[in-house]
């Protein structure tokens, strides 16, 4: 069996399978969930950072400074959030 062949079978596999789901109050770990189709239901938020000319940055500093501009500017987005709840 081609590596096609083994992908187009798990494809139809993951659509035809039932998938389960329970309530949850939390994120779930990644093992308590696994890979089948069993699923959390919760209300969440995602916070995305996609910040401008952010690929040239990471190719051209270090990768902690990188790391410092995105924890800086989540913290920053995370505290105002907080502050003036939607």
Partial sequence: MTLKDDLETEVKKIFRDRWEFRDGTVVPSDDSV???NKG???DA??????????????????????????????????????????
């Fill in 34 to 36: 696994g890979l089948g």
């Fill in 45 to 86: 938020t995602v916070l995305y950072a996609d910040l401008s000319e952010s690929t040239n940055m990471v190719d051209t500093y270090k990768p902690h400074f990188s790391a410092e501009i995105y924890k800086s500017f989540l913290h920053c987005c995370a505290k105002i959030i907080e502050r003036f709840p939607a």
């Fill in 40 to 42: 959390v239901q919760l």
